[in-house]
């Protein structure tokens, strides 16, 4: 067995990818700045970010595609940062398909196999195992040119599991498909990890792909991991104001707020929430818009304004209100409310779900210190 691999219980292999102090510049260009990380084996793991925050560099570094500038990667106990690529035993999937155009699909599944020397009557065999578990068999033997872009994604994804490699690379796979059949490969997708069981890293900048197809979401920006969790703990407790604002659609509220006195302000109007011991005076409040409700000017614990904008969004409706010159809030309601611009309107935030930010840091502060006015501590 190499140093790389573990067995489980059933004699299934497993790979964890250990990434530590890992940098890489290009000139005076930092792009990746002493990056911590661990995949664990056989999870889906995503890193999402911004277009330039450094993900597609992390995949291709761990791919051996580009050598680091500082740091090591491991999988398992075995060290690959010194290994070229087909010493790594990984499979790359990419954003183009990059499919052989006089072959056909059984060969630019199998060419892997051949080129390595798998005897013909093995190639014959993976392929068709893989083809059946991709719902291709019936193409195998079509060139490229006469497949949509979804059958053309699943011979592309075909071509990396037939190899059974210790671990799934994706950089942007489903980004050149539409939208109806990019929302049905991510289930494909899904499925096909599950019933594999590889280690799967996967590249994205949508965060519809990175919550629905996740174990666990690694959420970067400008080359520096911000928050490593399961797509719940990021989207229910960001870890700082910028995964606040980057996951979630519509995107979350971030408000400035005071601290006086123990009790959370917002443009001079108390809400029954407790700040926490030595919070600082000045506040960044987040709440998402599904949490904020429409209210009449004058109730207890409101914040007064006056409507912005309103937009539909099918069964839902977006009302920003604005609270003070620049300064608005979303509520998501239900498209049955009617609201007119300028009309005198207060939005009322749930205690339970406000979160609070040090706008020195861009950190959370502890979300279990944030309470409701007269609620016990937790």
Known sequence: MRGGEGLNRSGERMTDVAIRGL?????????????????????????????????????????GLEQPTEGEIRFGER??????????NIAMVFQSYALYPTMDVARNIGYGLEVRGTPKAERRERVGAVAKVLEILHLLGRKPRELSGGQRQRVALGRAMVRKPDIFLMDEPLSNLDAKLRAAMRGELRRFHLDLGTTTIYVTHDQLEAMTMSDLVVV????????????????????????????????????????????????????????????????????????????????????????????????????????????????????????????????????AQIHLFDPASGQALPREAVREVGARPA
Not at 79 to 88: A, K
Request: overall charge neutral; aromatic content about 4%.
């Open 23 to 63: 940098s890489k510049s290009f000139g005076t260009n930092r792009v990746l700045k002493a990056l911590d990380l661990t995949v664990p084996s056989r999870q889906f793991v995503t890193l999402l970010g911004p277009s330039g925050c450094g993900k597609t560099t992390l995949l291709r570094l761990i791919a």
């Open 79 to 88: 060290r690959v940062d010194g290994l070229p690529p087909g010493e790594r």
């Open 220 to 351: 970067m920006n400008e080359g520096v991991v911000q928050q490593i969790g399961t797509p719940e703990e990021v989207y229910a407790r960001p870890a700082n104001l910028f995964v606040a604002g980057f996951i979630g659609t519509p995107p979350m509220n971030l408000i400035p707020a005071r601290n006086e006195g123990g009790r959370v302000t917002v443009e001079g109007h108390p809400l029954p929430v407790a700040a926490p011991a030595g919070a600082p005076a000045e506040l960044i409040l987040g709440i998402r818009p599904q949490d904020v409700s429409m209210a009449t000017p004058g109730e207890p614990g409101t914040i007064p304004g006056k409507v912005w904008m309103v937009e539909l969004i099918g069964s839902e409706r977006l009302i920003e209100v604005e609270i003070a010159p620049k300064v608005r809030v979303t509520a998501e309601v239900r498209a049955s409310h009617r609201a007119a611009l300028d009309d005198a309107v207060a939005v009322r935030l749930d205690p």
